[in-house]
Every structure is written in C-alpha cells, then in structure tokens.
Nanobody, 122 residues
Framework: QEQLVESGGGSVQAGGSLRLSCAAS????????VLWFRQHPGNEREGVAG????????WYDDSVKGRFTISQDNAKNTVYLQMNSLKPEDTAMYYC???????????????WGQGTQVTVSS
C-alpha cells in the first residue's frame, strides 16, 4: 500500500516561513504527480501546489503563488513545500498526495498522507 508521510508543520507568526516535507518510497514518487492540498476546518480540501515528478513542471493556486514553492529531492524521495510570507488564512491541515494527473483537484488523487498542521498567528 502506498504510504506518504508529511512533516514540518507547526506554529509561526504572520510573515514567517515553514517547510513541509512529503516522504515516500521511490515507487510512489515515480507516479505522475505529487500534489499539496490544505483543508480549513469545515471546508473541503483545496489544492495549493503540484509538481510533475518526471519533468519538474510545477503548478500553484493563485492564493499561494509567489509565496509557496514546491520542489523535489529525488535522492531523498521527498517533495517539499516551502511556505514564505505566511498569513493567518494559510492556517490549515496540509496534505500531500500522489495523483494520476497534474491538476489541483481531489478526484485525481491516488493516495493521501496523514496531514500536518500549520498554524499562523497574527
């Protein structure tokens, strides 16, 4: 069974930075895309960033463009989400996922991680 493990969440003040990590086996990361989603309490998960593993192309939601950067380290079988200039509205549970298509939509997800909480205080 596929397994994704997120880490790096925590609490930070507005304007601060965090780096989330998504570690998986080489087989899992050999899939088409890895996506990062977030979920605010009471809301559905929304896609924020994605990366095409084989080609390196990247996608971002407009809400995080210019502040968040997705990257991969093939040697460590890890995908990162660097989050800068954090805002209180970025507070959410963040999930990584493998997907068959590189679109920020839940219906293409093949497997989810367990999530990591990010809290940004004003």
């Amino acid at each position: 069974q596929e397994q994704l493990v997120e880490s790096g969440g925590g609490s930070v003040q507005a304007g601060g930075s965090l780096r989330l990590s998504c570690a998986a086996s080489p087989y899992i990361l050999g899939t088409n895309c890895v996506l990062w989603f977030r979920q605010h309490p009471g809301n559905e998960r929304e896609g924020v960033a994605g990366i095409y593993i084989r080609g390196g192309a990247k996608w971002y939601d407009d809400s995080v463009k210019g502040r968040f950067t997705i990257s991969q380290d093939n040697a460590k079988n890890t995908v990162y989400l660097q989050m800068n200039s954090l805002k209180p509205e970025d507070t959410a549970m963040y999930y990584c996922a493998t997907a068959r298509s590189c679109v920020l939509q839940r219906d293409v997800v093949q497997a989810w991680g367990q999530g990591t909480q990010v809290t940004v205080s004003s």
